[in-house]
């Protein structure tokens, strides 16, 4: 561990900022929810990337990065699946296959580490099954026609993180009132399916999991009954970390899931909720093919993780702006330690914002380490400055290549590769994967 400024984070269970202590500085563990993967990511989706990617950083430059544990999960079971699949008339599969790969290459694009582990909800049907039933052995669960599910009234502290009563829950939200339900803020755990919709084999018939439970099983998986820090937008403190809670602690003795629970802010577009009918939702395909991944990250970190942000073109401009001015200053951005301001910035609850500021005076060694940190590698924006590059076509014929050498066909790899060297950009493998710059 190195001797890094203690780092205190805002803990949304206790509203306290916290000086941080792992359970095991050996094995430092993160889980963030991840998509549900049946259309584009937008660009406020993008922020908890972004936001627990500076996280992940920090953790593995504080603890060494083969101790901390980052899992960001994929639900690629969901009913918005289901109904998109029918309308587009594909399989439920190619469609999951096709969202969870773009979605990778969009953030990648955005200049985020790949976690530690992706699981996807499908193939952890059994862990699902497996706590359910331990729910109900608990006494917190309860079938009833193919439906099993959580009886809220079992827990007495149901409501913690939220910090509401079960009374307020029931005046404040839309709850399903169902003939199998014993009281109306029960959740679904387990449901039945259709023979046309996905479904497994249970205790309790074919069917499928409710959402939250997907989020407890995968996170008792790879993380354990308890583990350091939950992470995710603040829409999604109520209902789903409620309920994960609810379940994890259910199913665990009431041991608690997390000790630290994280929430970044929503982001809005011109000061309005991002909609489709109002034409101000952008995905982060679209805006990539106009701006490099570089300037949406820089412009997504000047504002705090928890403050809501305004997206503005305005501000994507400015953002590109000071990216230009200072690469003109730094060559590729590599190792050098920024200043200690700048890590006291980020270790006072990833203040960005301030980490920035520290830049604007800081020297051209401390400015290219900063903001190789974070992580900028300058090459993108040289670039797509110069001549406009579509970082998502290099994404892509990337994805292509790799797919070529598993199939062993190093023709079209090797073909590929040579394609893109013979336009400035050269492919380059490593244990994270291919990456690339521009040609020296
Ligand atoms: P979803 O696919 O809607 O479950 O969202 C995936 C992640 O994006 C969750 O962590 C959400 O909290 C987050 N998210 C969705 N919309 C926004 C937004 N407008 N601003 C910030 N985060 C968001
Ligand atoms: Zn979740």
């Given at each position: 561990m190195s001797n890094a400024t203690a780092l205190r984070l805002f803990n949304t269970l206790t509203k306290t900022k916290d000086d941080f202590a792992p359970i095991d500085a050996k094995n430092v563990r993160l889980y963030v929810c991840g998509p549900t993967v049946y259309d584009f990511a937008h660009i406020g989706n993008a922020r908890p990337v972004i936001v627990f990617d500076v996280l992940f950083r920090l953790l593995r430059h504080t603890y060494g990065d083969a101790h901390v544990t980052y899992v960001r999960n994929i639900t690629d079971v969901d009913d918005k699946i289901n109904e998109r699949a029918a309308q587009r008339g594909i399989s439920i599969r190619e469609l999951t296959e096709e969202t969870a790969r773009i979605y990778e290459e969009d953030v990648a694009a955005l200049g985020n580490l790949p976690p530690s582990v992706t699981p996807r909800a499908t193939e952890h049907i059994a862990q699902m099954i497996a706590m359910i039933e331990q729910l109900i052995a608990a006494g917190h669960a309860y079938a009833a026609q193919g439906h099993v599910l959580f009886?809220?009234?079992?827990?007495?502290?149901?409501?913690k993180l939220s910090r509401r009563s079960v009374d307020e829950m029931l005046t404040g939200a839309r709850v399903e009132v169902a003939?199998?339900?014993?009281?109306?803020?029960d959740f679904v755990l387990w449901k039945p399916s259709e023979a046309s919709l996905p479904g497994w084999d249970s205790p309790w018939g074919r069917g499928r999991p409710g959402w939250h439970i997907e989020c407890s099983a995968m996170a008792g998986q790879y993380l354990g009954e308890t583990f350091d820090i939950h992470g995710g937008g603040?829409?999604?403190?109520?209902?789903h970390h409620e309920n994960e809670i609810a379940q994890s602690e259910g199913a665990h003795?009431?041991?608690?899931?997390?000790?630290l629970w994280m929430h970044n802010g929503f982001l809005q577009v011109e000061g309005e909720k991002m909609s489709k009918s109002a034409g101000n939702f952008f995905t982060i395909r679209d805006l990539l093919a106009d701006w490099p991944g570089e300037v949406l990250r820089f412009n997504m970190l000047?504002?705090?993780?928890?403050q809501p942000i305004d997206f503005t073109f305005a501000g994507l401009k400015e953002s590109w702006k000071t990216l230009e001015r200072w690469y003109e200053v730094t060559e590729?951005?590599?190792d050098p330690a920024p200043d200690g301001e700048f890590f006291a910035a980020l270790a006072d609850d990833l203040n960005t914002p301030a980490a920035i500021a520290s830049l604007h005076q800081a020297d051209e060694m401390a400015l290219a380490g900063g903001l190789g940190f974070l992580g900028f590698s300058n090459v993108q924006l040289k670039i797509a400055s110069k001549a406009k590059v579509d970082t998502v076509a290099i994404a892509d014929a990337i994805a292509a290549r790799n797919a070529a050498r598993k199939a062993k066909d190093f023709q079209e790899s090797d073909r590929i590769r040579d394609e893109w060297l013979a336009k400035g950009i050269v492919f380059k493998d490593g244990p994270q994967g291919t990456t690339w710059e521009i040609k020296k």
């Amino acid at each position: 561990m190195s001797n890094a400024t203690a780092l205190r984070l805002f803990n949304t269970l206790t509203k306290t900022k916290d000086d941080f202590a792992p359970i095991d500085a050996k094995n430092v563990r993160l889980y963030v929810c991840g998509p549900t993967v049946y259309d584009f990511a937008h660009i406020g989706n993008a922020r908890p990337v972004i936001v627990f990617d500076v996280l992940f950083r920090l953790l593995r430059h504080t603890y060494g990065d083969a101790h901390v544990t980052y899992v960001r999960n994929i639900t690629d079971v969901d009913d918005k699946i289901n109904e998109r699949a029918a309308q587009r008339g594909i399989s439920i599969r190619e469609l999951t296959e096709e969202t969870a790969r773009i979605y990778e290459e969009d953030v990648a694009a955005l200049g985020n580490l790949p976690p530690s582990v992706t699981p996807r909800a499908t193939e952890h049907i059994a862990q699902m099954i497996a706590m359910i039933e331990q729910l109900i052995a608990a006494g917190h669960a309860y079938a009833a026609q193919g439906h099993v599910l959580f009886n809220v009234s079992s827990k007495s502290d149901y409501g913690k993180l939220s910090r509401r009563s079960v009374d307020e829950m029931l005046t404040g939200a839309r709850v399903e009132v169902a003939p199998y339900k014993q009281n109306a803020m029960d959740f679904v755990l387990w449901k039945p399916s259709e023979a046309s919709l996905p479904g497994w084999d249970s205790p309790w018939g074919r069917g499928r999991p409710g959402w939250h439970i997907e989020c407890s099983a995968m996170a008792g998986q790879y993380l354990g009954e308890t583990f350091d820090i939950h992470g995710g937008g603040i829409d999604l403190q109520f209902p789903h970390h409620e309920n994960e809670i609810a379940q994890s602690e259910g199913a665990h003795h009431g041991h608690p899931l997390a000790k630290l629970w994280m929430h970044n802010g929503f982001l809005q577009v011109e000061g309005e909720k991002m909609s489709k009918s109002a034409g101000n939702f952008f995905t982060i395909r679209d805006l990539l093919a106009d701006w490099p991944g570089e300037v949406l990250r820089f412009n997504m970190l000047r504002t705090h993780y928890r403050q809501p942000i305004d997206f503005t073109f305005a501000g994507l401009k400015e953002s590109w702006k000071t990216l230009e001015r200072w690469y003109e200053v730094t060559e590729p951005l590599v190792d050098p330690a920024p200043d200690g301001e700048f890590f006291a910035a980020l270790a006072d609850d990833l203040n960005t914002p301030a980490a920035i500021a520290s830049l604007h005076q800081a020297d051209e060694m401390a400015l290219a380490g900063g903001l190789g940190f974070l992580g900028f590698s300058n090459v993108q924006l040289k670039i797509a400055s110069k001549a406009k590059v579509d970082t998502v076509a290099i994404a892509d014929a990337i994805a292509a290549r790799n797919a070529a050498r598993k199939a062993k066909d190093f023709q079209e790899s090797d073909r590929i590769r040579d394609e893109w060297l013979a336009k400035g950009i050269v492919f380059k493998d490593g244990p994270q994967g291919t990456t690339w710059e521009i040609k020296k």
